[in-house]
T-cell receptor, first 114, second 114 residues
Framework: DTAVSQTPKYLVTQMGNDKSIKCEQN?????MYWYKQDSKKFLKIMFS???????INETVPNRFSPKSPDKAHLNLHINSLELGDSAVYFC?????????????FGPGTRLTVL | AQSVTQLGSHVSVSEGALVLLRCNYS??????LFWYVQYPNQGLQLLLK??????LVKGINGFEAEFKKSETSFHLTKPSAHMSDAAEYFC????????????FGAGTRLFVKA
C-alpha cells in the first residue's frame, strides 16, 4: 500500500509549457507539502497546506500554483516552464503535531525542461 | 533563525567501519531534530528523531544520534557500516509556524567500500 504517491514519476517537457504534478496520501494526515530538490540534492520547501488551507508559501514564482481539493490531495501546477524548473519535486505529508514534524515523502517527480 | 549545517558533503567508509555523519543546528527555541535517508531515485525516509525526550536516540537500521545541547550537535552514527547504507543523509530541524516547517541540511553522501 503506497502511503504518499505522486504522478507522473518522470516529466519531460519544452520551455513555455504548462504542466501539473499530482500527489495523494492515504495516511489520513492533515498537512501536505511540496519540496524542490535541485541537482545538488538541496531540498527546499515550496508550499504547505493544512486541511486544504495554505499555511506556508515560500518565495516561489507565481508560475507555481498549488491546489488542494481535499486534505488527501495536493497538486502542483506550473505555468510557462523554464529551464531552471528542472528538478525533482517531492510531495510529503505529516500527521497532526503529535509526531512533531515528522514527514512522509513520496517517491518524487523528476521534471526535465528542455 | 533555525538552520542546519552538515559537515562534509561526502563521507567514505569501509564496510564494517564506524559511520559518523556530522550535523550542527542553530535554533532559538528547543529544536525538533531529524535524520532522513534518501536512497537513489527514492523519496526521503525517516531514520530517527529527537523531540526533547532522551538525548540518545535510536533509529532504524542500527543508526543512532546523540543530541548535545552544549555543542548544538546531532551527529548520526552507526557502529558497523553495511554496503546497503550507501545513500544520501539529511539532517533537519523543524519549527512550528502554524504548521511544521522543516529546514533540511545540504545532505551528506555516504559511500561504503567493500
Amino acid at each position: 500500500d503506497t502511503a504518499v504517491s505522486q504522478t507522473p514519476k518522470y516529466l519531460v517537457t519544452q520551455m513555455g509549457n504548462d504542466k501539473s504534478i499530482k500527489c495523494e496520501q492515504n495516511l489520513g494526515h492533515d498537512t501536505m507539502y511540496w519540496y524542490k530538490q535541485d541537482s545538488k540534492k538541496f531540498l527546499k520547501i515550496m508550499f504547505s497546506y493544512n486541511n486544504k488551507e495554505l499555511i506556508i508559501n515560500e518565495t516561489v514564482p507565481n508560475r507555481f500554483s498549488p491546489k488542494s481539493p481535499d486534505k488527501a490531495h495536493l497538486n502542483l501546477h506550473i505555468n510557462s516552464l523554464e529551464l531552471g524548473d528542472s528538478a525533482v519535486y517531492f510531495c510529503a505529508s505529516s500527521p497532526p503535531g503529535g509526531f512533531l514534524g515528522e514527514q512522509f515523502f513520496g517517491p518524487g517527480t523528476r521534471l526535465t525542461v528542455l | 533563525a533555525q538552520s542546519v549545517t552538515q559537515l562534509g558533503s561526502h563521507v567514505s567508509v569501509s564496510e564494517g567501519a564506524l559511520v559518523l555523519l556530522r550535523c550542527n543546528y542553530s535554533s532559538s527555541v528547543p529544536p525538533y531534530l531529524f535524520w532522513y535517508v534518501q536512497y537513489p531515485n527514492q523519496g526521503l525516509q525517516l531514520l530517527l528523531k529527537y523531540t526533547s525526550a532522551a538525548t540518545l536516540v535510536k533509529g532504524i537500521n542500527g543508526f543512532e544520534a546523540e543530541f548535545k545541547k552544549s555543542e548544538t550537535s546531532f551527529h548520526l552514527t552507526k557502529p558497523s557500516a553495511h554496503m546497503s547504507d550507501a545513500a544520501e543523509y539529511f539532517c533537519a530541524v523543524s519549527l512550528y509556524t502554524g504548521g511544521f516547517k522543516t529546514i533540511f541540511g545540504a545532505g551528506t553522501r555516504l559511500f561504503v567500500k567493500a
